[in-house]
Antibody, heavy 121, light 114 residues
Framework: QVQLQESGPGLVKPSETLSLTCTVS????????WSWIRQPPGKGLEWIGY???????NYNPSLKSRVTISVDTSKNQFSLNLSSVTAADTAVYYC???????????????WGQGTLVTVSS | DIVMTQSPDSLAVSLGERATINCKSS????????????LAWYQQKAGKPPKLLIY???TRESGVPDRFSGSGSGTDFTLTISSLQAEDVAVYYC??????????FGQGTKLEIK
């Protein structure tokens, strides 16, 4: 069964770039849409954006100017860069797969365990 | 954006009793071409990622107990737990996937034992 694991720094300074990687195991990254979703402490879920295995992307308009998602199919990984971070970007960041292969309109399953990123000097 | 509004924000129900959580979308998430509602429900326990419960508004994910059911169409949806168990304490979220511009979630409903 497919499993996802986020990795990256847990602490980022204000104005710097948050960088995370999601490693997919137990299955191929091909043919699916892969998303980043975040959850500030004690708050709800916010979709950040997705990438298709072939490289096409779509971002939440609220974050679009600061977000880049990329994919490395040779490593079965996809990555998130969020620039110019502030304290408001402190959150648990999840990676998740669109459940249906080759379908853009999707629910999310499975999810990674999440990684807490704190923005602080 | 399609705004998803859940009610109530929190809910306390006795063990064995029914729990009902509502989700309302700011526009219809029903595609007339296939008559499917693009609405999912998730359960999130403390310190864990969300777990998929229901998709297409009423299709239970494999392995999800049959006490969980989803209903509704268009803009109004309901998640029902027919007989609350202690392990059902969690926060529940609805999500629309009618449009990716952007995908949106409800604010969450916290379910506790009375």
């Amino acid at each position: 069964q497919v499993q996802l694991q986020e990795s990256g720094p847990g602490l980022v300074k204000p104005s710097e770039t948050l960088s995370l990687t999601c490693t997919v195991s137990g299955g191929s990254i091909s043919s699916y849409y892969w998303s980043w979703i975040r959850q500030p402490p004690g708050k709800g879920l916010e979709w950040i954006g997705y990438i298709y295995y072939s490289g096409g992307t779509n971002y939440n308009p609220s974050l679009k100017s600061r977000v880049t998602i990329s994919v490395d199919t040779s490593k079965n990984q996809f990555s998130l860069n969020l620039s110019s971070v502030t304290a408001a970007d402190t959150a648990v960041y999840y990676c998740a797969r669109g459940s249906r292969a080759a379908a853009v309109l999707n629910w999310f399953d499975p999810w990674g365990q999440g990684t807490l990123v704190t923005v602080s000097s | 954006d399609i705004v998803m509004t859940q009610s109530p924000d929190s809910l306390a129900v006795s063990l064995g009793e029914r729990a009902t959580i509502n989700c309302k979308s700011s526009q219809s998430v029903l595609y007339s071409s296939n008559n499917k509602n693009y609405l999912a429900w998730y359960q999130q326990k403390a310190g864990k990622p969300p777990k998929l419960l229901i998709y297409w508004a009423s299709t239970r994910e494999s392995g999800v107990p049959d006490r969980f059911s989803g209903s509704g169409s268009g803009t109004d949806f309901t998640l029902t737990i027919s007989s609350l168990q202690a392990e059902d304490v969690a926060v529940y979220y609805c999500q629309q996937y009618y449009t990716t511009l952007p995908y949106t979630f409800g604010q969450g409903t916290k379910l506790e034992i009375k």
